[in-house]
Nanobody, 122 residues
Framework: QVQLVESGGGLVQAGDSLRLSCTGS????????VGWFRRTPGKDHEYVAC????????NYPDSTKGRFTISRDNAKNTVYLQMNGLEPEDTAVYYC???????????????WGQGTQVTVSS
């Protein structure tokens, strides 16, 4: 069993930056790949980024590539999502999730955090 807690969300202005954290506990968090997703009311989860267990490989969709960076510090059991150049369209609840194998789909993940709200004003 893996427990995940997101933090770092908040209200920012367009163009600002924000760093989200996902802290894992239980089992062996460092042996799991971690993905970030976001969700707005009435829409499905949108894939944001993922990172392998060892942090050597990352993946992004076109919507976040070049603006968002995922990284991890396994000594701290934490995965980060650095978000730069935020736009109002990035407003959502952001979730981190853990899986044995990195994936771009929601159903590829076993464990989920409770989410953290990011609001970007124009």
């Amino acid at each position: 069993q893996v427990q995940l807690v997101e933090s770092g969300g908040g209200l920012v202005q367009a163009g600002d930056s924000l760093r989200l954290s996902c802290t894992g506990s239980g089992a062996t968090f460092t042996s799991y790949a971690v993905g970030w997703f976001r969700r707005t009311p009435g829409k499905d989860h949108e894939y944001v980024a993922c990172i392998t267990d060892n942090g050597l490989f990352t993946n992004y969709p076109d919507s976040t590539k070049g603006r968002f960076t995922i990284s991890r510090d396994n000594a701290k059991n934490t995965v980060y999502l650095q978000m730069n150049g935020l736009e109002p369209e990035d407003t959502a609840v952001y979730y981190c999730a853990a899986a044995r194998v990195p994936a771009r789909r929601v159903d590829g993940y076993e464990y989920w955090g409770q989410g953290t709200q990011v609001t970007v004003s124009s």
